[in-house]
């Protein structure tokens, strides 16, 4: 606003407001004066206008639909009935979910004022406060959390930043009440007025907005959410080769349907210090055989492979590529960003370890993968993997000349998601170059730190590393182990115990470029032997981790991934699927839209989510184009706090096929908390709050869709206004609400 009067009065305030889809109305008490205006229409938000008078020293505006106090912003305008120079500046304040509060110290006028009230519902969060000046500050160092520096924004709740509670003094100076501030820091809010003499109170709100995850600058961001399908795995195949001393080059029969639909990784060990060698690529050239390749023909190498084969929701692209220059782009079929990582090998020509014999592989677009090496003349094989049930993010880093540990951020900086990844859901594929060629640099290991942070590791630092580190967290029901066997001097192998997996779809991966990581110093004659490892699955709990040189100390990090029991499609259309509990009594409830050659339905029950046992049969109709409803009660001792079903459905011929596993959880209260879950039929109870507790339905990425109050024990919620997708459930007390990924199908 600009005003050209003397003293601050009714000419200087106004109230601006929405009053239609293509009007934006101005009030004030006198004319004359300019005002410079931005409407800001901002998709993923909802605004409320709430209109209030002030006569007193405080008043009250009512939110019609309730909002979340850490989601909300205000803002304010204000027009002033009277010009006396005592008339208060107003303060406005959220004061709890439906309640507006304005304040001031004196009351000689009537003051209008009209508050938008802005709701984020995507990630974006809001931290409120006030600040108290006493007489004699004129600043104030406030601590705040969650702010970042490149993705917040400060403001005042009222006219850009022009509101105070003081009472002016004889001169009508405003810079008693009227403040400036800024974040110094992600921790630190400077608030500052330029007079002193008088007490104030200011209000403040940071907003900080969400970071584009996406890996290409500039890009349409990309929703985390999609549909979240479970991956319908098929198979593993497992198996050793040798690639022997005087060959370059082992081919292996195997069996798979579908390339596309078909991850291979492997591992390796070798006795020699001569790169040709140890450096082998493995690729599949065909369904019925897979290839590995190096450059020399001197020590033998031993190689433990697995093939993981899918029916859908993943996608596979394999590719080979020579490294002509240091740096090559490969134009791939387009990919989701944020669903997609890259696994890939090199081999090389040369005889020491050096900067020219790691590498970079980088998807910069939907459409191109950059692979970048200290050298030329290397081969790379490569698959690229878009798994649907994953948030892939990726991580640029390096590690410094001289340092042996860094703890990278899996976020960019200034990011707003706050909760991590899930460390049991978690796996990590890296890639690195280094600066220089000194046989002593160290390789590194990279695992996770915590929810928020990678750790990279080695024992010197002789040169600088550049990774880039996909950090897959699984969304479907696939678990993931690390673990870090700690080779002594004299070991060669090691037993490493895991928890218990179905060996039938649990694969072990690497951390590093297909295992090529370790921690150990080389020794005298570079022999890499000391820290390449092959990792075998010989039980349900029990990897044999191998390296072909003992001698020295090493680490060498593996992952044990367990991926989601998948069969061929279900020849019936399932609709709806759930589990009802009442003590030891169980209702399992499901209903189909057509079947096919369908004999029978056999209910099973697990209470670890990998061994289940059949618990009833239920006759299925054999041929059907109708909706068909199916239930089946028994009673069934309580054994852990969490249950899964499944139904196994038998053809006529005897082929059995499998669906979806749905959890409940089991309070010592005979209490389920929320299920079904995954959701098939859109109707979803919950429990384990107090009556008149409120419940919230968030998108993946924060946005709010849905909200209510819970009137019974056992409420259950008709959702079937939404698509396939992950959600996210919180539900009973405010302040500490119970909170749970929900997946519709």
């Keep these: 606003m600009y005003n050209n009067g003397g003293t601050y009065g009714s000419d200087d305030g106004y109230t601006a407001a929405i009053t239609s889809s293509t009007n934006l109305q101005f009030v004030c008490n006198t004319s004359g004066f300019d005002v410079y205006w931005q409407v800001v229409e901002y998709a993923d938000c909802s605004v409320q206008q709430v209109a209030s008078t002030l ?204 390339l596309t639909k078909t991850i291979m990784v492997f591992s390796t060990t070798c006795d020699d210090a001569d790169i040709r060698d140890f450096l082998v690529t493995g690729a599949l050239t065909s369904t019925t055989n897979l290839r590995f390749q190096r450059s020399g023909n001197g020590t033998a190498v031993d190689i433990s492979y697995d093939l993981i084969e899918f029916f859908g929701d993943v996608t596979v692209q394999h590719g080979t590529t020579t490294l002509s220059s240091t740096t090559v782009n490969e134009t791939i079929s387009a990919v989701e960003l944020d669903k997609t990582f890259v696994l890939a090998t090199v081999r090389r020509s040369g005889t020491d370890y050096g900067n020219d014999d790691g590498f970079l592989a ?211 259309e399932l609709g709806s699927f759930d589990v009802q509990r009442q003590n030891d009594l169980r209702r399992v409830r499901w209903t189909t839209w057509s079947e096919s050659n369908s004999s029978h339905f056999n209910v099973q029950i697990s209470v670890d989510g990998k061994q289940f046992e059949k618990i009833g049969r239920v006759d299925a109709s054999g041929f059907s184009n109708n909706l068909v409803e199916y239930s089946f009660s028994s009673t069934f001792e309580q054994k852990s706090t969490l249950e899964y079903y499944r139904l196994e459905q038998v053809d006529f011929d005897g082929k059995r096929h499998y669906s979806n596993v749905v959890v409940i959880e089991l309070s010592d209260q005979s209490k389920v908390f929320l299920y079904p879950n995954p959701l098939d039929d859109g109707r979803l109870t919950l429990s384990g709050h107090n009556i008149g507790s409120q419940y919230r339905i968030l998108s993946s990425d924060g946005r709010l869709l849905e909200q209510g109050i819970l009137l019974q024990e056992f409420q259950e919620l008709d959702l079937r206004s939404l698509t396939t997708g992950l959600y996210l459930v919180e539900w009973g007390d405010v302040n500490n609400p119970l909170r749970e990924k929900l997946i519709v199908r």
């Design 362 to 572: 980088e998807l910069t677009s939907t459409t191109n993968m950059q692979l970048t090496a200290g050298g030329t003349g290397g081969v790379v094989e490569w698959q690229i993997v878009d798994y649907d049930d994953t948030f892939v993010r990726t991580v640029r880093t390096t590690i410094a000349d001289g340092q042996t540990l860094s703890t990278p951020s899996i976020y960019p900086a200034g990011c707003s998601s706050v909760n991590g990844v899930d460390p049991n859901k978690t796996m990590i594929i890296s890639h690195h170059t280094q600066d220089g060629s000194t046989s002593a640099d160290d390789l590194p290991k990279v695992t996770l730190e915590d929810s928020t942070s990678l750790r990279i590791e080695r024992n010197t630092g002789n040169n600088s590393l550049e990774y880039i580190i996909y950090v897959v967290e699984f969304l479907d029901s696939t678990e993931v182990q690390i673990i870090e066997p700690n080779f002594g001097s004299g070991e060669t192998f090691r037993n490493e115990t895991i928890s218990s997996v179905d060996t039938s779809r649990s694969v072990v991966f690497g951390t590093g470029a297909f295992q090529r990581e370790g921690l150990t110093a080389y020794t005298t004659n570079d022999n890499t032997g000391y820290n390449w490892g092959t990792f075998e699955l010989t039980s349900p709990t029990n990897v044999l981790a191998s390296r072909a040189v003992s001698g020295a100390t090493a680490t060498i990090p593996f992952q044990v991934v367990e991926f989601i029991l998948g069969e061929e499609p279900l020849p019936i």
């Design 55 to 258: 006569t007193g020293t405080s008043s009250t505006g009512t939110i019609s639909t309730a909002v979340d106090l850490t989601k909300t912003m205000l803002f304010t305008t204000h027009s002033i009935s009277g010009n006396v120079n005592a008339d208060d500046l107003p303060r406005t304040e959220l004061t709890n979910s439906t309640t507006l509060t304005h304040t001031r110290v004196g009351s000689t006028n009537t003051i209008v004022l009209n508050t938008f009230v802005v709701e984020f519902t995507d990630a974006t969060d809001v931290t409120q406060g006030t600040q108290t000046f006493i007489a004699a500050e004129g600043s104030h160092a406030v601590a705040v959390t969650n702010a970042g520096l490149d993705s917040s924004v400060v403001w005042c709740p009222g006219n850009y930043g022009r509101q105070g509670s003081t009472a002016y003094n004889t001169t009508d100076n405003m810079g008693y009440g009227w403040f400036r501030m800024g974040l110094t820091s992600s921790s630190n809010l400077n608030i500052i007025r330029e007079n002193t003499g008088s007490s104030a109170d200011v209000s403040f709100q940071i907003v900080r907005f969400p970071y584009d995850q996406t890996r290409t600058p500039g890009s349409t961001p990309t929703n985390p959410a999609g549909a979240y399908d479970d991956a319908q795995f098929r198979a593993t195949t497992r198996g050793t080769t040798t690639l022997p001393s005087g060959s370059t080059t082992p081919d292996v029969a195997i069996s798979v349907t579908d």
